[in-house]
């Protein structure tokens, strides 16, 4: 496949509501949608680097850098015979991997479509349907977060997610539990904590969650397996695990018993079946994580918590949860069952709307050899 164009485009689109963490609010998500045209197909992939060093170190700005100066002119006017040859043609570079799985996700989408299949089937993908559940930020009162949850449970969502910080956190979890006794209930910290909130961490052991994502520090795996090792509820890790290597890290010190997989966060689908063969081969479930993808990012996401170890229901919703009019079609919906459809059309099975997609693009640049 001969990789003839590649383009870049820094995307900026607004949230239907503010998405509010520990790590501060999002009023619009900005990121990089990559295209590359190759053996007559156009894959299509997203790097989730936002415009804030808040979540990961990686921003637009630095994404856009490494993609333009490192990592398309290791590919541009190559002819390659699969994804492996594209990834170690810029091993090199260190780090930047939500840089790295933008491109990485467009080479996957056109392979994927020279070849007539779905994404999910060449990741190896099992499933036709996910499970999907939705994350919610931190809300002004319990009483606002019942009604929030009440909403997301009346569109079919079986799994809710909070974000919870100091202050913002056991009055919330515990309300909800007083509502909702049977709810698939699982808390997100974005590193907000430290072990000093040992206690705050045993109160919470006691709601039946599902889970505990990411308390401590944002590369922390020592702290966590101190916390785990007093705890009956599953840590989950988001932003400590960026490969294979701290996954093994993480499960061998037992410092949590559940891993998030975000293929940005891991450099592409490529570490994220790694990380998910290896947790699989462990007894570790996973569930993908999100990183508020327009439609793009999210075809990719479906089509990679299809395989068979992605157990828990992930952080993939509806587009209209997160924008008033996605950039594709046919946009991504919930069933009633709380289930979300895999695409089977080649690739990532979706079209682009180029005419929203151009509406949403604040700048763009294209390569060819
Ligand atoms: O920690 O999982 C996170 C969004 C941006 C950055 C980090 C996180 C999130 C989410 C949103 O929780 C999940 C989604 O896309 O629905
Ligand atoms: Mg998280």
Known sequence: M?????????????????FVTSMGTEYDEEHIIVS??????????????EGTPFYSYETVSTAWHILKDFLIPSVLGKDMTGIDEAISSYSKVRGHMMAKAGLEAALWDAFAKTRGVSLSKMLGG????????????????PAKLIKKVEGYLSEGYKRIKIKISP????????????????????????????????N??????????????????????????KLQHVLKTPICLDES?????????????????????????????TESK???????????????????????????NVALASLPNFILPGDISGSRRYYKQDIVEPEFVVNADGTM????????????????LDFVTIRSESFRK
Request: glycine letters at 10%.
């Open 36 to 49: 590359v045209d190759a053996g007559g197909v156009k894959g299509w992939g997203e790097s989730v680097a």
């Open 241 to 269: 695990i960026h490969s294979l290597d701290d996954t093994r890290a993480a499960i061998e010190l037992d410092s949590c018993r559940v891993i998030n997989i975000k293929p940005g966060r891991v450099g592409g689908f």
């Open 167 to 198: 202050c913002f956190d056991i009055q919330f979890v515990e309300a909800l539990r007083k509502e909702f006794p049977e709810l698939l209930l699982q808390v997100d910290a974005n590193s907000a904590y430290t072990l000093k909130d040992l």
């Open 126 to 141: 099992v499933r036709e349907k996910i499970p999907v559940g939705v994350s919610i930020g931190i809300q002004e009162s």
């Open 200 to 225: 705050l961490f045993k109160i919470m052991d006691d709601f039946n969650l599902i889970l505990i994502e990411q308390p401590l520090g944002y590369e922390d795996i020592y702290d966590h397996s």
């Open 341 to 356: 459809d895999v695409p089977v059309k080649p690739g990532i099975g979706i079209e682009v709307n180029m005419k929203m």
């Open 274 to 300: 790694l990380i998910h063969d290896y947790c699989a081969s462990k007894n570790i479930p996973v569930w993908h994580g999100g990183m508020l993808e327009s439609g793009i990012g999210r075809a990719g």
């Open 2 to 18: 001969l990789i003839e164009r590649i383009e870049i485009r820094h995307i900026k689109m607004d949230l239907v509501t503010p």
